[in-house]
């Protein structure tokens, strides 16, 4: 009877990691032409050639792997996840000479993350 106890503890667990994927992007930071606002268009930082940004859905649990090359030309950059726990991996968040030393111009940085919370952000 024990065993089975334990069984239907470890399960939803278990049924968790199974599920569990890998999300993977790979992302050109360049600048576009864009109207955010709505007054006019102005240069705006876009991803593969696009402004509003790509939505990314993940689940918690899932692994997000993010390969950002920086084609902004002489600015440096890098990705700040605004509300994600960065618990164990600081150096995934951004914001440049906090947590990380930007991507210089023309250089690459994989982002390489488990989301272990619910939300939108």
């Known amino acids: 009877m024990w065993f089975l106890g ?14 569990a994927e890998t999300h993977t992007f790979d992302w050109n930071v360049t600048w576009v032409t864009a109207n955010p606002d709505g007054l006019a268009d ?3 930082v876009g991803i593969n050639g696009q402004w509003p940004l790509p939505v990314v859905n993940v689940n918690k649990g899932d692994r997000i792997v993010v390969n950002m090359y920086n084609g902004l030309g002489d600015k440096s950059t890098s990705i700040h996840w605004h509300g994600m726990y960065q618990n164990g991996t600081s150096e995934m968040d ?6 990380q030393c930007p991507v210089m111009p023309g250089s690459s940085m994989t982002y390489n993350f488990t989301v272990n919370q619910n939300g939108t952000y």
């Open 94 to 99: 951004g914001p440049s000479m906090v947590t």
């Open 42 to 44: 102005r240069q705006v």
């Open 6 to 19: 334990v069984v239907l503890g470890v399960l939803p667990f278990l049924l968790t990691c199974s599920r």
